[in-house]
């Protein structure tokens, strides 16, 4: 199952760097880099956390 979680976060790590890229970033609507900044940053914060968190998922 610890693969499963690390397919996801790789996916997830994707995901923030195609934002990144782009400028823009989904929540409940797109939100654009130039236009909010802070809830930008925010979410792409939230996006990174839970990327990393799902490496480090105990294998039971």
Known sequence: MKTFWQIIGSGL?????WDI??????????IYKEQDPTLYWTTVSGWIILGLSCFFTKEE
Not at 13 to 17: G, H, R, S, T
Not at 21 to 30: A, E, I, K, M, Q
């Open 13 to 17: 790590l994707l995901w923030v760097a």
């Open 21 to 30: 890229y782009h400028g823009y970033t989904f929540l409940y609507d797109v």
